[in-house]
Structure formats: C-alpha cells, structure tokens
C-alpha cells in the first residue's frame, strides 16, 4: 500500500503529545468549525443531493485523517451492536464508527448528535441493517424475486426499501446476498437469487443500483453491501457456517462473478464470510480480500466481516487467541469489525493500538481502512447531512398505493407454475364452493419470511383473504387449518376432509415456517415438513380436485405432491402481498410467468444437483449400468433451472445466427421466434444458452448467457434477438489464464435448460 507521509507525520507528532495534552473545548470547537465551514460550500439541490467530486473528498479525508489520534482511527473500524451508555461513551470519544440494530429517527439523530456534536472531530456514524427484501413495505424474499427474472422489477423494490429504511435513520444495508447456491440444504439459499452466476450477476448489479440509486448522497438513497464474500453458498453439506474448499477455477467462474457485478454498479461495501476457503477462513483470506477484490477488481470501498466472524478465526484454530484474530483479519483486508466478540467485546478496539505499538499492524494499513470507511461516509453525504430529516422523508415517502402496486406485481412475477393438469387453473370466479386447506391458508406472519426487517404481519393478506377478495358472492369459502406445520397431530384432518369431500375444489397452502428458512436453518430432510404431506393425501384420497401452493424458502422434494395435484403452485414466501398475487394467479387475473432459478432435487441423494454441471467420462445411459447415474432414481431433476408453465403455450421456431464462424473480436446475432400459440395473453422469459464443444479444461454441459422477457397476445409472434460477443465465452484454461478458445459452440434457446432449440458457430483464430 502506498505510504501516506503528510497523514504519518502528522498522526505521530499527535501520538506523542496526545496522552499528555488535553485538548481544551475551545480547540474542540475550532476543528469542528472549521469542517462545518468546509461543508457549508455545498449547495443542497432539490433532491437533497451534495455533488461533490472525488478530487474534493480525498482532500477532505486526507486532512481529517491528519488530524485523528490512533484511537480515533481505530474507532472508525469498529462496529457496535446497540447503544448503552457506554457505548455513548464511547461515541464522545470518538471510538465508535458505525451502529447495527439501531433504528428510528429519533434515536438514531440522539446517537448522531453525540458523534457530530460532542466528539472532537465530528465524525458522522453509519448505521446499518439487514434491509433484505423490504423495510416497511416486505417484498418477496429473493429468491423469489430471481424466479421472476425481472431485474429492473427488483430494482425498483430496492429503491423503495431503501427509502423506507434512510426515513428510520438506516444508511447502510446488509444486502444484497449474492452467493451462489447449489444445495437446497443451505437455509441461506432464500437470501440469494439461486444457482446460476450470470442470473445471479444481473440480480447482484440491481439490488445495488436500486438501494444506492443515481448518487448515493442522495437521501433516499443507501449504501449496498455484497455478502458474504465468498464461496459461503458452497458451505459443505449445505449446514451453514460449515467449510468450503473448491478450486480455484470454480471460484472464479461460479461464485466471485456475483460479488464482481456489484463492485462493477459500484457497491459501497462488501461483507466478509463466516466460512473457511480451501483451509483459510474467508475473514482472513489475503487472496480474495485483498489481491482479488481490491488489488484486481480495483474495489474503493470497505469490507466489514460478518457478525463476530473476526473473533472466530479462535474456532477454525488459525489464531491462538483475540489479537492473532484481529492482526489475520485486518492485514488480510477486512477493514471494519462487526460487533466483534459479544462475550469478551470488540476485536479491533482493544487489539488494533497494540498491534501498531508492536510493529506487527503498520500505520499506513490502518489509514487505508479508515480512508475506505471515511470515503463512504463522504459520498453518503454524511458530513453534509448527518440527521434524519423527517420533513423531507414525509414529502418524498412512495405513496402506499405505489409501493402495494410494485409489490403485487413483483409478487405476481415471482410465482412459478409447476403443474397443471388438464388445465384445471385458472379457477371461474363463479365457482361453487372452494376448500382453503392448510396451516399456511390463513397465517399472517409466515408469509414474510426470513429477514423481514421492520414488516407490519397486519399488512399480509393471506390466501385465505386473496381468495375472498376476488371470487363471487355465490361463492362457498370453506377453510380448515388441518394441521400445524410441523408437528404429528393429525386429530383436525378429519375436519379438513370433510370440507373437502363438500367442495368443488382443494386449494391447500402447505410448506415451511419462515424461521424454516435463513441464515442457522439448514435441513437435512427437505420433504414437506410435519404432517403437511399426509394432508395432502388424504384429501387427494377423499377425490376432489387438489390444488397445492407451496410456501417455503428452498426447493423441497416433493415426488409424491408432483405426481399426483392436479396443479402445484410454488409461491415461496412473497411478503405483504402474498394471498393477492397467489389469487391473482388461482383466478387467471395473472397468466404465471415465473421461471425457477434453482434446480428441484428428486431426493436429497441428488444434492448438489444444479443444470450448469460438467460431464463425464460416462455420461448417463440408461442401458448401461457401468455410466454415471443412480440405480435406484433418474439422474434428471424434478424440475429443471428454468423450468415454469403458463396459463398459454408459447412455440419456438426458426433459431437462426447471422454467421456460421466469428473471430474472437466478433460477435453473433441470434434470433428466435416465438409465438404464443394459445388462448391467453401472457409473458414468456426466453433463455438463451451455450456450450463449448472441446476446451482446455472440461466445459459445463450449457451455460446461461442472456435472457428475455417478452409479451405475447394469442396468435401473436416476436422474434427475439440475443447478441453473443466472444468474451463472454471465455473461461479459465488449465493454467489459470482466462482465455477465449477457438472451436465449435452450441446455441441454445428456449423454455428452460432442458428444452430448447439449437444451432452451432465457430470462433476462429
């Protein structure tokens, strides 16, 4: 790292004197002056913006960072959990950089005061929250938002939490996740957007321009954070915080492209993991910290770790105690301590000063860091602005009808028909009498999900309630609750059948709790939990028509479920909306669109089970036993990534390239038509594959490269055209340079990764 020798000479003239000069208040009130006077040169423009350009920010930090004793520094560095008296304290003396779990405007301008007013150098706090899938307003969790496949839907959800959450006071949200996630164990995968790096990076580089929006001094806007960096989805077993060793290929070309998309729509932070990478702790790991994200990738912002991961480094035993914690962390890259240890306190706070006394931490490391935490704090306007201004929130707040209007439709999007048997949905309005079944139909607080952040559960519509508001008057609701979630009581199915056998249709709500799903819940049965599965088959046995909604924060196997509903709706957890769009879509108001971004296992046996795999030496034969395949289930998926039925049928004809052969500076137009050969207007997400014939290394079987949605009335065509530029054929070859080979390429688009058309081209030396 570049030496800083204004920023070094001035700090150790301070750390001599500083322990035996008190500084009086008039000298307090100097420096302080002096950068309000900086700050007041800045004109406010009507949406609450400070432009200022890079040029003036380093200046700023640069003389502030001259001025900070090394505790001052090291306070910048760290992260506390809540607010006590000590830690306001703390804050006065300038020890304290940044908050997590405090919200509200109130008591967030109370601490602010404290940091701006009372500390010496006036340094604003950030104060941080895990905004996940909304604030107030809760959207669907994201891995349902990546079943719709409409990143600039999901966008717009993020500006609106983001909003919702700077009005309470929050200017740095934890999100979004961007791991990738092949095993459906992994509780986390409800926080990501699935298995596919480049459906992942379109999410990734949304979420973060919808949370930070056009300039993040705007106050509606707030700073994104990437997590966890890295290769966390990949954690053994799918149990969480468990380790990950993996190559480094699969590194490059699965997991860091997510985290890369974000840096590049210039993500404010990124968040460290819990897991080990290859035997080194990510919180500790040099090689991604440092040589990849902020050496290669050239990232200007920090890297916080996740909540006392530092202070376990002790438990993955590469650190004998709480300062070779803090010295492996900070030197690896790790530039702000969340929370530290909750037991013993913070890692950085005590440990970082004597760590510089002894040599082992230089200067120079900690002004990078503090110059990394102060940059976004400048950018976020917080020198300007460090307040919660409540008259500017309550003129600019979306209106509730537009943040309903954006969350129905998200939600809408986000659901994914499986099946649907003889076209028993959509539902007539008119229908007779309808059997709402299970203990999801009517439940206010689990259709939320995990990690709501600051939701109302008065706010959820249930199935129940969607379902009443739409159909007829005539119409004959009867609900049972049938069951619990997951217990073995089956003393009420007895009522569920019996509404059942006198209703026309059983529409049953069955899957996980929230609290299912998330970070600390992994399974290791993925079925249907509790007794939910045997409900659905005695009112299956009782004969009439079964229609499931799954509600749930992961694919589940559902083999029996699959093959015998008459119709499967997989609805995740949509938040606030949920019974709305599930309506919605029940009753053909909504024709589904919704695409899965994960694979659904036949059983846990197949697990990890995604579609981008590589082959084998043996590929699958059916007629023969000594090839790559289970004897006792197909080696296929339930349902492939992609996968997703409409209310329509959607054709695909006519695949053509404009060129046969390209140069590796080339690029190839591909066109594709699709009709919408049915009876109903609807939306189709066409997918757009490749696969490299031979390469260096062995390819994956098909890779995503683009998709599209396109709307299509009955009868009505479109040709849809995806342009494939070389580059994003390249891959790491087997010395680890990423290349672009000359060969054969496959083209491949259509419905989902298991059925499309396809053509071939050539790249040429």
């Keep these: 790292m570049k030496l800083n020798l204004k920023s070094l000479s001035c700090y150790s003239l301070g750390f001599i004197l500083f322990p035996f000069i008190a500084y009086s208040q008039a000298n307090q009130h100097a420096v302080q002056n002096k950068f309000n006077s900086t700050s007041s040169n800045k004109v406010k423009n009507e949406q609450g ?45 300038g020890e304290i950089g940044s908050f997590l779990g405090v919200s509200g405007a109130e008591n967030v301008n109370k601490l602010q005061e404290l940091a701006v007013k009372k500390s010496r150098l006036g340094i604003p706090l950030i104060f941080g929250e895990d905004v996940i899938h909304g604030y107030h ?8 938002e990546a079943s719709s496949w409409d990143p600039e839907l999901v966008k717009e959800a993020c500006g609106i939490a983001a909003i919702e959450a700077a009005s309470e006071g929050i200017n740095w949200t934890f999100a979004p996740m961007v791991d990738i996630a092949r095993d459906p164990r992994w509780g986390r995968i409800a926080e990501g957007s699935g298995e596919d790096p480049f459906l992942g990076s379109a999410f990734a580089s949304a979420e973060v321009k919808g949370f930070q929006g056009e300039n993040l001094s705007d106050k509606k806007s707030i700073a994104a954070c990437a997590k966890h960096y890295v290769a966390y989805g990949a954690a053994e077993a799918g149990r969480d915080y468990n380790t990950v060793d993996i190559s480094e290929r699969t590194l490059r070309e699965i997991y860091l492209p997510p985290f890369k998309a974000a840096v590049d729509a210039g993500v404010a932070t990124l968040m460290s993991a819990f897991n080990s990478l290859n035997g080194v702790p990510a919180s500790a790991n040099y090689f991604t910290l440092t040589k990849i994200l902020k050496d290669e990738w050239g990232f200007k912002g920090f890297v916080v770790s996740d909540y006392n991961a530092i202070g376990e480094l002790v438990n993955h035993e590469i650190a004998a105690n709480k300062s070779e914690a803090a010295l492996k962390a900070f030197t690896a890259g790790v530039d702000m301590d969340m929370v530290g240890d909750t037991i013993e306190g913070d890692i950085y706070h005590p440990y970082l000063a004597k760590l510089v006394k002894e040599g082992k931490v230089q200067l120079e490391q900690i002004d990078e860091s503090v110059r990394r935490i102060l940059r976004i704090k400048y950018e976020l306007g917080l020198f300007d602005h460090p307040y919660v201004d409540k008259s500017y929130f309550e003129k600019n707040m979306p209106s509730q009808k537009y943040r309903d209007s954006i969350a129905l439709r998200l939600s809408e999007e986000s659901l994914v028909l499986l099946k649907n048997e003889n076209k028993i949905l959509p539902l007539k309005r008119n229908i007779k009498s309808i059997a709402v079944i299970g203990p999801l139909a009517d439940d206010h607080k689990d259709p939320l999900g995990p990690w709501a952040c600051a939701p109302d559960s008065n706010n959820v519509v249930t199935v129940l309630n969607g379902i009443k508001n739409l159909v007829s008057k005539d119409t004959k609701i009867n609900f049972a609750k049938g069951c619990e979630i997951n217990d073995t009581d089956e003393s009420n199915f007895e009522d569920a059948i019996r509404i059942a056998k006198q209703s026309d249709v059983a529409v049953l709500v069955v899957g996980e709790s929230s609290d299912m799903s998330g970070e600390a819940s992994s399974r290791a049965d993925i079925d249907v939990p509790g007794m939910q599965q045997e409900l659905v088959k005695r009112i299956y046995e009782a004969g009439v028509p079964v229609i499931v909604i799954l509600m749930n924060g992961r694919p589940l196997t559902i083999n029996w479920i699959s093959q015998n509903a008459n119709a499967i709706i997989e609805s995740w957890f949509l938040g606030d909306q949920a019974g709305n769009a599930i309506a919605n879509v029940l009753f053909g108001y909504y024709n589904p669109s919704g695409k899965l971004p994960v694979t659904f296992p036949r059983s846990v046996g197949q697990i990890p089970i995604y579609y981008n795999h590589l082959n084998t030496g043996r590929p699958p034969e059916n007629d023969n036993r000594y090839t790559s395949k289970y004897l006792d289930l197909p080696v296929t998926p339930l349902y492939p990534f992609g996968f997703g039925l409409s209310y329509t049928n959607f054709s695909y004809s006519d695949l053509k390239i404009d060129k046969n052969e390209i140069s590796d500076k080339d690029s190839l137009i591909v066109t594709a038509k699709i009709t919408n050969s049915g009876n109903t207007a609807g939306d189709e997400i066409v997918q757009l594959y490749t696969h490299d014939h031979y390469a260096d290394v062995s390819p994956p079987v098909k890779e995503l490269k683009g998709f599209k949605r396109v709307y299509l009335n009955p009868g009505e065509s479109k040709l849809v055209k995806f342009i494939i530029k070389p580059a994003m054929l390249a891959f790491y070859n087997i010395k680890m340079k990423k290349v672009i080979e000359p060969g054969v390429y496959d083209v491949m688009v259509g419905k989902n990764s298991d059925d499309y058309l396809t053509t071939s081209f050539e790249i040429k030396n």
């Excluded at 307003?137 to 349902?144: D, G, K, N, V």
């Design 49 to 93: 913006l400070y432009n200022q350009n890079e040029n003036d920010i380093e200046r700023k930090i640069n003389e502030l960072l001259s001025k900070m004793t090394l505790q001052e520094k090291i306070g910048q560095l760290n992260q506390h959990a809540g607010a006590d008296k000590e830690a306001e304290e703390l804050i006065k003396k």
């Design 137 to 144: 307003t809760t959207f669907p969790i994201p891995l349902a």
